[in-house]
Each structure stands twice: as structure tokens, then as C-alpha cells.
T-cell receptor
Framework: SQQGEEDPQALSIQEGENATMNCSYKTSINNLQWYRQNSGRGLVHLIL?????REKHSGRLRVTLDTSKKSSSLLITASRAADTASYFC?????????????FGRGTQLTVWP | EAEVAQSPRYKITEKSQAVAFWCDPISGHATLYWYRQILGQGPELLVQFQDESVVDDSQLPKDRFSAERLKGVDSTLKIQPAELGDSAMYLC?????????????FGPGTRLLVL
């Protein structure tokens, strides 16, 4: 299975701290994406990093990609209580044009005020 | 900002009954996806449409699940008969092949409980 796996499964921090989540996947990819899901809601796209990129920033988000290790990390700096959500990495499959995404089980982030 | 619409938001049904979910993607998005998300897990693709054509239904349990997108716009996912194990969140997503095709926009989901 191509499905990514996030680590840790759950993360609990205080407001203002940084949160780091990791994702590992199994086969070669074109790109890797991170999505966020508030409890009982749909997913929201956060950031996409292509296989030829090593690092990308968007606001308080920083994503890294190491294709040699088939892993990625998502860093949220200066976390806020509103960042409390589940975070999923999603990968496609190299060479595929269908756009199908494979999601991991997610990391549940809780940020305490 | 345009959004993916889904209805109903919640559905409770008894096993062996039929149930249907509806999705209206963002206008102009030719690609539509139906996912199933079991509690505590990530979404898994059930079926993918390009316009009105199915391009991937390899994970769709075809003995009980069906999906259609007759005019290439909105879509319906049906389960008949429903089983206890079908209890899950059903998510619809769409993407724009003329833009950033890789990014998928998700609806709020339909939470199904089968009793």
C-alpha cells in the first residue's frame, strides 16, 4: 500500500510551542500534501510540496521532504488553540495522472490555551 | 469562496436499508472523488470521476455500493443494503484539472450511522 503513516498519532502542547508531525510513505511520489481536519468536518488543504523540493513555507507552516528517506515533516510554529485538529499527509503515486491521493491515519494535535 | 456541498450532513439508518448521499462539487471542477473515513483513520478513496466517467472504482464494494455523475456535475453515492460496518464519514472532494489538479477541495461530509 502507498498509504502514508503519520507520527506521532497524538500530540499535546501548550499555546506558543511548536508542533512537529512526521509522515513516512512507501513508494515514489510526484508530490506530498498536508491536510487539516477539524473534528467532524471535511479536510482543508494546507500545503503541497513537490518531489523536487526539499522545503516549503506558508505562514506559520514549514514542510520538509526527504525523498531518499520517503519522509516528510510538518512544523507549526507558535501554535494556537485554534490549531487543534487532525493533520493528514497525502501522497500521490509517481507517474500517475489520475490524481488519486493516499492518506495516512493522521496526527491528532491538541493545543492547550 | 466556492465550496463543495454535501447532503445530508447526518444519516441514521437500519441495516439492510438503502441510503444515498449527494455531492455538488465546486463549479467547473471536472474531477470528483468519494472517500470513506472510518473513525480514527484517514480517508480512503471509493470512486473517482472525470466528468461523467468513472476513472477509478477499484476500492468500491460494487455488490452494495454504486455511484453516478450523470451530467458530469453533481454526484450521488448509494449503499444498498447498508451494513453495520458501513458506519463512517463519507467525504466528497473535487479538483480543477485546469488549475492545481493535485489540490482537492473537500465538502463537510455525511456522517452515517447504521444500526
Amino acid at each position: 500500500s502507498q498509504q502514508g503513516e503519520e507520527d506521532p498519532q497524538a500530540l499535546s502542547i501548550q499555546e506558543g510551542e511548536n508542533a512537529t508531525m512526521n509522515c513516512s510513505y512507501k513508494t515514489s511520489i510526484n508530490n506530498l500534501q498536508w491536510y487539516r481536519q477539524n473534528s467532524g468536518r471535511g479536510l482543508v488543504h494546507l500545503i503541497l510540496i513537490r518531489s523536487n523540493e526539499r522545503e516549503k513555507h506558508s505562514g506559520r507552516l514549514r514542510v520538509t521532504l526527504d525523498t531518499s528517506k520517503k519522509s516528510s515533516s510538518l512544523l507549526i510554529t507558535a501554535s494556537r488553540a485554534a490549531d487543534t485538529a487532525s493533520y493528514f499527509c497525502a501522497t500521490d503515486s509517481e507517474g500517475s495522472t489520475l490524481g488519486r491521493l493516499y492518506f495516512g491515519r493522521g496526527t491528532q494535535l491538541t493545543v492547550w490555551p | 469562496e466556492a465550496e463543495v456541498a454535501q447532503s445530508p450532513r447526518y444519516k441514521i439508518t437500519e441495516k439492510s436499508q438503502a441510503v444515498a448521499f449527494w455531492c455538488d462539487p465546486i463549479s467547473g471542477h471536472a474531477t470528483l472523488y468519494w472517500y470513506r473515513q472510518i473513525l480514527g483513520q484517514g480517508p480512503e478513496l471509493l470512486v473517482q470521476f472525470q466528468d461523467e466517467s468513472v476513472v477509478d472504482d477499484s476500492q468500491l464494494p460494487k455488490d452494495r455500493f454504486s455511484a453516478e455523475r450523470l451530467k458530469g456535475v453533481d454526484s450521488t453515492l448509494k449503499i444498498q443494503p447498508a451494513e453495520l460496518g458501513d458506519s463512517a464519514m463519507y467525504l466528497c472532494a473535487s479538483s480543477d484539472p485546469t488549475g492545481s489538479q493535485e489540490t482537492q477541495y473537500f465538502g463537510p461530509g455525511t456522517r452515517l450511522l447504521v444500526l
